[in-house]
């Protein structure tokens, strides 16, 4: 008898069945020698706790069957529980289908230690940064009232200075039209009082001559009574008056602003949190006609648009149909292609030093740089376009966020004054995720940047620890809805995907992917791989 197998043998390695148990995954329920400990690590759709053999917790315990009393060392997978011998001989599960009781224990603490997985790192996240957002909202809420009551305070302002000015006006009006009455009846006055000083006069010159008895001086009198009996003319004054109109308050409130009305409903979610697929598929293979291939983005659930290694960017439907070609105005080969926020393409000309956007064919030159030389580029969900550029000199590299040709926000140092990024012309592909953080892959620092909106570094990226030290080689990289983010990892012939927090999740590696460069996702994220070499587009279902 072979000693391995021998009941006096020491324990041997699960996966080799050769060496030396030297290890053990509690995990798993694997015994392990130190050569097979990396290779069962390699399975990155599993989660593994490897401890020496010595130091490895009990295992579990076979369950008590309810019926009999004895341990169960079968599951039924039938009747969904566990059975002993006895009920095995009762005959009751005959032609049932049996597993080792344990075994099953094995898959459903596997399942649900991927639930437990799920819930930590990204359903309470979810719930995590809704409440987040529901705490900034309640935050905001005082200050939100305050302006919409100072606005209604300065209406009011603005009707109290302007009814102030109507009454000033008004009474302003009223002491110029009393001063014109007054210098009326002032002007008739003194009138009347010049006539009345000369019929005082012609008064006291008839007694005089009544009193004298002197012919002569009634022969010289010259009656003025004539004169007198035409009094002046009377001064007419038509008094002002004030006719108030009526208040009409329903007339003032409207005129005066309305506040609309608070609402408050529920509506369902458009978010939902999906889960990575244990198994890969592979949905459609198109060929561009390219030599070589480097970048894809996505125009809608249908279209994609390519661009490889000459002048010509091209438009795919998902038939592998060509819609549309667009060559450069410059005739050069462009660097990188996007799709704005209104479905334009967009590319990076580094001959020219331009950003130009195609619209209805015509291409339009949106940003021309001096010093410096554009080369990858996305749209951001505001609408602005993040480009990466190198100095001409190739000493500086930095990350420029464009508001159609409106320079807003550079990025380009750390806290401590360190660049963020090499300065090589080598690829820099560039994405924004959900989360605003602005993601870039900067194959000749082999490393991923992750900064957020503000552009303060968040974390970097350097590859999984099972891949060899110093081959990860980012090339595209991309976002999709749960703000995961995948790499195009060229050398080693897969994609990374991370969560937003740079925590590896897993690879695709099993498409037969080779020289993977630009990727993109669409809508319903389904990912979308241009590998260099081959020419082609392969769309993969990874959630």
Not at 11 to 25: F, I, K, Y
Not at 287 to 316: A, H, N, Q
Request: glycine share 4%.
């Amino acid at each position: 008898m072979d000693p391995r197998y021998s009941a006096q043998d020491i324990l041997r390695c699960d996966l080799c069945v050769t060496d030396v148990v030297q290890s053990h995954c509690e995990f798993c329920h694997v015994n392990l020698c130190n050569a097979c400990v990396g290779q069962h690590l390699s399975d990155s759709t599993k989660n593994h706790r490897v401890v020496p053999y010595a130091e490895r917790t009990a295992g579990p315990n076979n369950p008590k069957c309810s019926k009999h009393s004895k341990n169960c060392e079968l599951y039924c997978e039938q009747c969904d529980l566990p059975v002993c011998s006895m009920c095995i001989s009762s005959g009751k599960h005959k032609g049932h289908h049996l597993s080792d009781v344990l075994q099953d224990l094995s898959y459903k603490i596997e399942d649900l230690e991927k639930e437990l997985k799920e819930l930590e790192t990204r359903i309470r996240p979810k719930y995590d940064e809704i409440a987040t957002g529901i705490k900034t909202k309640k935050d905001n809420l005082e200050t939100y009232y305050r302006i919409l009551s100072t606005a209604i305070t300065k209406q009011g302002e603005d009707w109290h200075r302007e009814i102030n000015i109507i009454v000033n006006k008004q009474k302003s009006e009223i002491d110029e039209m009393k001063i014109k009455h007054l210098a009326a009846l002032n002007k008739q006055e003194k009138e009347i009082l010049q006539i009345t000083a000369k019929v005082n006069q012609c008064i006291l010159d008839l007694k005089k001559i009544l009193d004298s008895n002197e012919v002569s001086l009634d022969s010289a009198y010259k009656s003025r009574n004539t004169e007198f009996r035409r009094l002046p003319p009377e001064v007419i004054v038509s008094l002002p008056s004030f006719s108030p109109h009526q208040i009409n308050t329903e007339q003032i409130h409207q005129m005066f602003g309305s506040l609309s009305a608070l609402s408050i409903t529920t509506e369902e979610c458009r978010y939902t949190i999906k889960s990575l697929l244990d198994e890969l598929e592979l949905i459609t293979i198109l060929g561009t006609g390219y030599e070589f291939l480097y970048s894809v983005t996505s125009l809608s659930d249908e279209e994609i648009w390519t661009r490889g290694v000459d002048k010509t960017m091209k438009l795919y439907n998902l038939k592998g149909k060509l819609l549309k070609s667009i060559k450069t105005k410059s005739g050069s080969k462009p660097c990188d292609i996007t799709v704005s926020r209104s479905g334009d393409l967009v590319y990076t000309d580094p001959d020219t030093r331009t950003v130009n956007i195609v619209k209805n064919k015509q291409i339009q030159e949106v940003i021309r740089l001096e010093g410096w030389i554009p080369y990858y580029i996305c749209s951001t969900f505001s609408g602005d376009l993040l480009v990466t550029m190198d100095s001409e000199d190739k000493e500086q590299s930095k990350v420029v966020r464009y508001s159609g040709s409106t320079m807003k926000q550079t990025i380009q140092f750390d806290s401590v004054g360190k660049p963020l990024y090499s300065s090589n012309i080598y690829a820099k592909y560039i994405s924004e995720n959900r989360n605003l953080d602005i993601c870039v892959a900067d194959n000749e620092a082999r490393a991923v940047v992750v900064v957020n909106q503000a552009g303060k570094l968040r974390f970097r990226y350097t590859g999984h620890p099972s891949t060899t030290t110093g081959s990860f080689s980012p090339r595209g990289i991309t976002t999709d809805s749960q703000s995961q983010i995948l790499i195009a990892d060229w050398d080693n012939h897969c994609i990374h995907i991370l969560d937003q927090d740079g925590q590896f999740l897993r690879y695709i590696d099993n498409c037969d992917l080779q020289l993977p460069w630009g990727i993109c996702v669409d809508t319903r994220d389904n990912l979308f791989v241009a590998e260099y070499n081959s020419g082609k587009v392969k769309k993969i279902r990874y959630m």
